[in-house]
C-alpha cells in the first residue's frame, strides 16, 4: 500500500491567526492541507471561498487538498482551480452528471476526487475508478468538525482498496471524520493511505508536529 500521509484540516485551526496556522504545517510534517468548502446549503455550515484560498495560498507550497461541499458543484470549480487547489473533490450528489463533472476539474489541471457519505453506496462511482485520481470516504455526516467517528464505512474502503489492487489502480483513499489516534489505526488496517485530521492536530496536547508524527505511525 501506499505510504501514508496526513492532511490536515484547517476547519480546526484558530482562524484568527490563519496564516500562521498554515505556515506552522510547512515544516510539521503535513503532506497536503485539507479545506473543505461549505455553502450552508449542500452542508449545514458556511466556510472558505475562493478569496481566502487564494489569500492563503501564499503561505504554504504544500498541495490544497480542497473538498467541496457545494451544490451545483460545476459552477463553481474553475474559482476553486484558480484560486490554488490542487485536487478537487466532489459529492456525486452535488452534480447530475458525475462524467461530465470529472472533465470540468480534469480541463482545470486538478486532480480529481470524489467523496462518499456514510450513506452513499460504492456503486455510484465503481464505473469511473479509472478516471479518478481519489476516493473520499467520509467516515462523519459532512458539515462540522469534532464528530463520531462510524466505523460501518470502514467495509467501504476495505472494498475499494481491494478493487484498486486487484485492478491495478492508481488511485488514493482518504479518509476524513473523527480521525484520532485510536481510529486512524482502524483507517489505515481498512486500507486507507491519507488521513484527514483537525481536531486532534491542532487541538490536541502536542504541537502539530507531535500529532501529525503520532498519527502516522499508528
Known sequence: MNQIKISPSILSCDFSEIGSEIEKLNNSGADLIHIDVMDGHFVPNLTFGPPVISKIRKCSKLPFDVHLMISPVEKYIQDYANAGADIITFHPEATDNIQRTIGVIKSCGKKVGISLNPETPSTVIENYLKEIDLILIMSVNPGFAGQKFMPKVLEKVKFFRSKIKSENLNIDIEIDGGID???????????????????????????????????RKQ
Not at 183 to 200: E, F, H, M, Q, R
Open 181 to 215: 489516534f485510536k481510529t486512524a489505526p482502524l483507517a489505515i488496517k481498512a486500507g486507507a493511505n491519507i488521513l484527514v485530521s483537525g481536531t486532534t492536530i491542532f487541538k490536541g496536547e502536542n504541537n502539530i508536529s507531535e500529532n501529525i508524527k503520532n498519527l
